[in-house]
C-alpha cells in the first residue's frame, strides 16, 4: 500500500506548527521532501514522523511525546 502525500499546510496541521516552521525545517534539511516540481512539494506522514522522532530532545527522566500523529489513509 502506497502512502498518502501530504501537502505543506495539511503536514503543518498534524504537526501543530506553522507553515513557515515547515519552510524552515525544509531548508535545515531537517524532514525528507518529495520536490514534484520546482514550487510543489509533498510529504510523507511515515518518514516525517521518523525523522521528527529522531531530532527529539528530551529532558532526563521526562517521558517520549510524540509530535505528529501517522494517520493512515
Do not use: Y
Not at 501530504?6 to 498534524?14: E, S, Y
Not at 520536490?35 to 532526563?60: G, I, Y
Request: some cysteine.
Amino acid at each position: 500500500m502506497t502512502a498518502a502525500l501530504l501537502t505543506k499546510r495539511d503536514l503543518a496541521q498534524q504537526c501543530r506548527v506553522s507553515i513557515r516552521t515547515i519552510d524552515g525545517w525544509i531548508r535545515d534539511k531537517k524532514i525528507p521532501v518529495i520536490h514534484m516540481s520546482q514550487r510543489c512539494v509533498r510529504f510523507r506522514a511515515d518518514r516525517v514522523a521518523e525523522a521528527l522522532d529522531r531530532l527529539e530532545t528530551r529532558a532526563a527522566g521526562t517521558p517520549k511525546v510524540r509530535t505528529m500523529e501517522v494517520e493512515a489513509k
